[in-house]
């Protein structure tokens, strides 16, 4: 079985869940660390029409993140910044202000976007509206998919957002939601591996001491980082492969 899969640093780190594929499957993983939605979406889009894949998996990042494209060519060492033959992309990552301090030509746009255009309306607008073309793809291109978030993004707050938007909720109802797994009717992967007994990557909690790869944020017991590659490695096989049957 063919597979391609997509999504931010969750599906393009070595230990992430779509690499646990590998030995059963064949994978195509175009996933980018760091980006948005927007820019998730259309990579495996694209990789849907040039493989002719059997299944489709795509994992949802961040709402709040967006990628700009800077006509000028920049050399610059971060994942954030991808130069192309003609033209430089910009992620805004999960620190929409990691630009703040760097080379101009890379911190005015993102902050001047963040100043000057940044809503969150327009962020839901942009991911609902494109994971709904992405379901479209896979229907005309008769392939099996499956969607999952990193964790709760459409949670209460973003919900009363959506159902008072005529055209976010137009979207949100456009999209086929029985191809979407949740953990606990709303949640992610961060909160399956939570309530599975998995922790986040120990060396990036910079909270606890010594780390331990959760905290309690707002009264819940949340994962600190990027899930451990342990809890990659179960929800790859207790979830994920289930799907393919």
Same mark, same amino acid.
């Given at each position: 079985? $063919?597979?391609?899969?997509?999504?931010?640093?969750?599906?393009?780190?070595?230990?992430? =869940?779509?690499?646990?594929?590998?030995?059963?499957?064949? #994978?195509?993983? @175009?996933?980018?660390?760091?980006?948005?939605?927007?820019?998730?979406?259309?990579?495996?889009? %694209?990789? !849907?029409?040039?493989?002719?894949?059997?299944?489709?998996?795509?994992?949802?990042?961040?709402?709040?993140?967006?990628?700009?494209?800077?006509?000028?060519?920049?050399?610059?060492?971060?994942?954030?910044?991808?130069?192309?033959?003609? /033209?430089? =992309?910009? $992620?805004?990552?999960?620190?929409?202000?990691?630009?703040?301090?760097?080379?101009?030509?890379?911190?005015?746009?993102?902050?001047? /976007?963040?100043?000057?255009?940044?809503?969150?309306? +327009?962020?839901?607008?942009?991911?609902?509206?494109? !994971? %709904?073309?992405?379901?479209? #793809?896979? /229907?005309?291109?008769? @392939?099996? +998919?499956?969607?999952?978030?990193?964790? $709760?993004?459409?949670?209460?707050?973003?919900?009363?957002? !959506?159902?008072?938007?005529?055209?976010?909720?137009?979207?949100?109802?456009?999209?086929?939601?029985? +191809? @979407? =797994?949740?953990?606990?009717?709303?949640?992610? #992967?961060?909160?399956?591996? !939570?309530?599975?007994?998995?922790?986040?990557?120990?060396?990036?909690?910079?909270?606890?001491?010594?780390?331990?790869?959760?905290?309690?944020?707002?009264?819940?017991?949340?994962?600190?980082? +990027?899930?451990?590659?342990?809890?990659?490695?179960?929800?790859?096989?207790?979830? @994920? $492969?289930?799907?393919?049957?």
């Amino acid at each position: 079985m $063919k597979i391609v899969t997509s999504g931010c640093s969750f599906t393009h780190a070595p230990d992430s =869940w779509a690499n646990y594929l590998k030995d059963q499957y064949d #994978l195509i993983n @175009v996933a980018e660390g760091g980006g948005g939605n927007e820019m998730n979406i259309r990579n495996i889009s %694209r990789a !849907i029409q040039e493989n002719d894949p059997d299944y489709a998996v795509l994992q949802i990042s961040g709402i709040d993140r967006y990628e700009l494209i800077s006509d000028e060519l920049i050399d610059f060492e971060s994942d954030a910044v991808i130069k192309t033959e003609n /033209y430089t =992309w910009l $992620k805004s990552t999960g620190d929409i202000e990691w630009a703040k301090d760097i080379d101009p030509r890379i911190s005015k746009p993102i902050t001047n /976007y963040m100043r000057y255009c940044y809503n969150e309306t +327009h962020q839901i607008l942009r991911t609902l509206s494109a !994971i %709904r073309n992405f379901q479209l #793809l896979c /229907y005309q291109q008769n @392939v099996k +998919h499956k969607i999952f978030f990193w964790q $709760k993004e459409l949670g209460k707050r973003r919900k009363e957002i !959506i159902f008072s938007n005529k055209e976010l909720a137009f979207w949100y109802s456009s999209i086929d939601w029985d +191809h @979407v =797994w949740f953990h606990d009717t709303d949640s992610g #992967l961060c909160e399956w591996g !939570i309530d599975n007994g998995y922790t986040g990557a120990l060396h990036e909690d910079h909270i606890n001491n010594p780390p331990q790869g959760w905290a309690i944020i707002d009264g819940k017991k949340t994962m600190v980082g +990027h899930p451990s590659t342990e809890c990659h490695k179960h929800f790859a096989e207790k979830v @994920v $492969k289930n799907w393919f049957k």
